[in-house]
């Protein structure tokens, strides 16, 4: 069970994003501003940006390219997004504090074991349960390395470690279907443009029978869109102090309808 | 308009003192720090200590191998063929030649040395006998199929290529598109895994030693070439083909602004790997100046020492003869 302490910046930690790294303490020349930091100039920036976006299509396994495009075309939206968390108490507070979602042993503050003692229907054994069931680890998600504002690099990887628990707030699983709806849901949110174009061309590759359930009145498509638009910001919501919580509730505080059951 | 970050490089800039310097201040910074004493151990421009140079480099070369040859087109325009051509050419192994080719992972200087040592006379190719049949088209076609086959399998003609390299992923993307030419290729080939430094073959036993692009990743260049030395027949030929010091200035400008801003990224996206690609790189800037290296050669014992610098000026071909020791 998380403390109330839910940073997870220890003195050397290299997984912080945080303005403590001191980039005079770099040899000449290096300019990184946090570890993990690629800075890319514009022609990079640009061919990078292009390059993964054909390589996530082509090449739709590798995760890799699906973070370098979302991180090198997400400059402005993350600024929305800052700008939206601190706009918000919970939100300032997370931007203040930095916590990531990550295992003890990975470097962060998140026990597995206690989450999966919780009670059936709260929010952390609601996580636990995805992750086993699906084999997942929070410490599979990539550390984000070609945004050069620190804050904003936090920002994304932060959106990056609530992916898993979109999907358990939405109650919708990995498969294709599941993917589009959350991400149409976080491109609303986020405005990212990674979530936008994933969810347009995901959706396009979707199967006769997911199309159907998908686009059919009161399916997917239309709870997608309402929930992505009233919601409150997930990335505004503090998961680490709140893995006690009834599911029900959270979907209740954050506006979120429950998800319909085509089965 | 000077954004935050190249301000702070600006400054460091000028600060420092001018025994480094750093290039390019308005792009990405690259670590550039003048050694006059010429080559010594590096990982590209982080320092290593020498023992572990050779691992990480094996690291590098074990995880690039599958896309290496693409990357290699992609880096090079397709270029590095005509220049790997050319090599094959100057190196000029004769039929029954017993050549060592150190670094030759993927096996394109080796099946280019076989190519080339095949064409040149030395060995007819023996005349197709008329096995006996039902006369019929196909019967002859299949009888002839089988007898140039055997032909070929007893002794194909040409040289041996013992290719020495401490990847052994990297050897076996050479072997496979080795069976794919034919099973004669292939057997003329022998995989040996090795390091330069200590290559698993006898004294004087190679008309031939060939290194394309693989000097660079050594870790100690005067012994490497000791080694070579070594393993040669008296006239043998040394023959090391690795990309050097660009005197054009314009040209070098341009090269550097490449190797350093477009291939890393490249190398992502093909590859899923920035940082071998960024070593590969700067491992280039770190290889002694061509004259240097001639030097060493000579210094190594080796006699005739010429280096030929091929379009567009950025690799050139070392040769050097080893000449028997007068009693």
Redesign the interface.
């Known amino acids: 069970m998380t403390s109330s302490n839910a940073s997870s910046q220890e003195p050397g930690d290299t997984l912080a994003i945080d303005d403590d790294f001191d980039p005079d303490l770099l040899p000449l020349g290096d300019i990184r501003r946090y570890p993990n930091h690629r800075p890319l100039d514009c022609g990079q920036r640009a061919f990078l940006a292009v390059g993964s976006g054909v390589a996530c299509l082509a090449a739709p396994w590798r995760d890799d390219m699906i973070s370098a495009f979302g991180e090198t075309t997400g400059e402005w939206a993350l600024r929305r997004l800052r700008d939206d968390m601190l706009a918000n108490e919970e939100g300032r507070r997370i931007l203040a504090e930095r916590p990531r979602i990550r295992t003890v042993e990975g470097g962060g503050s998140i026990d597995l074991e206690a989450l999966r003692r919780l009670p059936e229907g709260s929010l952390g054994r609601a996580y636990a349960d995805f992750l086993d069931r699906y084999g997942y680890s929070p410490d599979h998600r990539r550390t984000v390395c070609f945004v050069d504002d620190p804050e904003l690099a936090y920002v994304m990887q932060r959106y990056r470690e609530i992916h898993d628990l979109n999907h358990v707030l939405l109650g919708q699983g990995t498969d294709f279907l599941g993917e589009v709806v959350v991400k149409w849901f976080e491109a609303f949110q986020t405005g990212l443009p990674m979530c936008v174009t994933g969810a347009f061309l995901g959706s396009l590759r979707l199967r006769p029978k997911q199309t159907r359930r998908y686009l059919q009145e009161g399916g997917y498509l239309a709870y997608a869109l309402r929930t992505g638009s009233d919601a409150d910001l997930t990335i505004n919501y503090y998961f680490e102090r709140n893995w006690h919580q009834p599911l029900a509730e959270v979907r209740q505080q954050l506006r979120i309808e429950e998800p319909p059951n085509l089965k | 308009f000077i954004p935050k970050?190249?301000c702070?490089?600006l400054l460091?800039?000028i600060s420092?003192s001018p025994a480094?310097s750093?290039s390019s201040c308005?792009?990405?910074?690259?670590?550039?720090i003048h050694q006059p004493g010429g080559f010594d151990t590096s990982f590209g421009f982080e320092e290593v200590e020498p023992g572990q140079k050779q691992d990480r480099v094996n690291q590098v070369f074990n995880r690039v191998s599958n896309s290496y040859d693409v990357m290699n087109d992609l880096m090079s325009a397709g270029l590095h063929r005509c220049w790997k051509r050319r090599f094959v050419a100057s190196a000029n192994p004769r039929p029954g030649w017993r050549v060592v080719d150190v670094a030759g992972g993927t096996g394109d200087i080796a099946l280019g040395l076989l190519e080339w040592s095949r064409k040149l006379p030395g060995r007819a190719p023996p005349p197709v006998r008329v096995a006996p049949g039902d006369g019929s088209v196909d019967s002859f076609r299949e009888a002839a199929e089988r007898q140039t086959a055997a032909a070929e399998a007893e002794a194909p003609a040409g040289c041996t290529v013992s290719v020495v390299d401490p990847s052994p992923s990297m050897m076996q993307v050479g072997s496979a598109k080795a069976s794919a030419k034919g099973s004669t290729f292939a057997s003329s080939i022998q995989w040996l895994e090795g390091r330069a430094e200590s290559l698993p073959l006898d004294e004087a036993s190679s008309d031939l030693y060939t290194i394309a692009f693989g000097m660079r990743n050594c870790t100690d260049l005067p012994g490497v070439l000791r080694e070579a030395h070594r393993v040669l027949k008296p006239y043998g030929r040394f023959a090391c083909l690795e990309f050097c010091s660009v005197e054009n200035p314009l040209l070098s400008i341009l090269y550097d602004e490449y190797s350093f801003?477009?291939i890393p990224?490249?190398g992502?996206?093909v590859a899923?790997d920035?940082d071998s690609y960024e070593y590969l790189v700067e491992s280039i800037r770190r290889f002694p100046h061509q004259t240097l290296f001639a030097n060493m050669m000579r210094e190594a014992g080796f006699s005739a020492v010429n280096y030929e610098v091929l379009w567009p000026g950025v690799c050139c071909i070392h040769s050097g003869y080893k000449l028997p020791s007068v009693k």
């Open positions: 970050m190249q702070r490089q460091r800039c420092r480094t750093s308005f792009g990405v910074a690259r670590r550039q801003r477009v990224p490249m992502l996206l899923g920035w």
